[in-house]
């Protein structure tokens, strides 16, 4: 997969990007990631990106002069199947079936705003989806960017070394995960559930599902509703 970043704080990337599952991605050729500067599609001495808004208020807006230049030129070496992803609070809301979805896609474009937002007719005209990863403020999107890039890239075929890794996980079927425990059997006093340590593989299925779902339940009453009213199958049971 080919990802391209554009945004104002090209050095923000740095770190990030260059560790752990990423890293490891990008060394064994499984994500192409480029970081693009947005002043690089500026034609001024000052390389202006932004200006102030019609009809007043506080803040300055980016321009949709360089943002349409930079990916009208990016989409002419990009396959047609690239999407165009903006980040910004007003976006649907980004969850674990989305990073699926997108972990599909052969090339992703992300544009990470500053100051008070775009334009509005970048995201009328010039993107084919617009995310958002919460409810609450940051100073600009590439954070959003690099959690939604990390999200995708771990589902990429090799990006975990064990493909079966990222089906078991937190969200991937609705639920969240069941607890995790390792060496030592007793902790301070504090010993590991019994069942994970009797050699019963049927049983600690059963428990690890049991566990998923009562964690739920008891702590994301939206996912757990989500689950509980989920439309059954032609002919099925209600889905718990």
């Not at 321009?63 to 990916?71: G, N």
């Not at 903006?86 to 052969?106: H, K, M, N, V």
């Not at 705003?113 to 010039?126: A, N, T």
């Not at 493909?163 to 010993?191: I, K, M, N, Q």
Request: proline share 7%; glycine share 8%.
């Amino acid at each position: 997969m080919r990802i391209d970043v554009v945004t104002l704080f090209p050095a923000m990337f740095s770190g990030p990007l260059d560790e752990s599952i990423i890293k490891r991605a990008r060394t064994a050729g499984i994500l192409d990631l480029r970081i693009h500067d947005l002043r690089d599609w500026t034609h001024d001495r000052h390389r202006t990106v932004d200006d102030s808004p019609y009809g007043g208020g506080p803040g300055m807006v980016l321009k949709p002069e360089p943002l349409f230049e930079c990916v009208e030129s990016l989409r002419a070496e990009l396959p047609k199947e690239a999407k165009v992803i903006l980040t910004s609070p007003s976006g649907r809301r980004f969850d674990q079936s989305t990073a699926r979805e997108l972990s599909g896609c052969p090339s992703l474009v992300f544009l990470c705003g500053s100051y008070e937002g775009y334009d509005e007719r970048v995201r009328e005209h010039l993107v084919d989806d617009d995310l958002s990863i919460g409810d609450y403020v940051l100073t600009n999107g590439n954070l959003p960017a690099m959690v939604i890039i990390d999200s995708v890239v771990r589902l990429l075929p090799g990006a975990l070394g064990d493909d079966a890794s990222s089906s078991d996980e937190s969200f991937s079927h609705g639920l969240l995960e069941y607890p995790h425990y390792t060496r030592p059997p007793v902790f301070r006093g504090w010993p590991v559930p019994e069942v994970l340590t009797s050699g019963n593989h049927a049983a600690v299925e059963r428990w690890r599902k049991a566990q998923s779902v009562r964690r739920t339940a008891e702590r994301r009453q939206d996912l757990w509703e989500n689950r509980r009213w989920e439309k059954p199958a032609k002919g099925g049971k209600k889905s718990l």
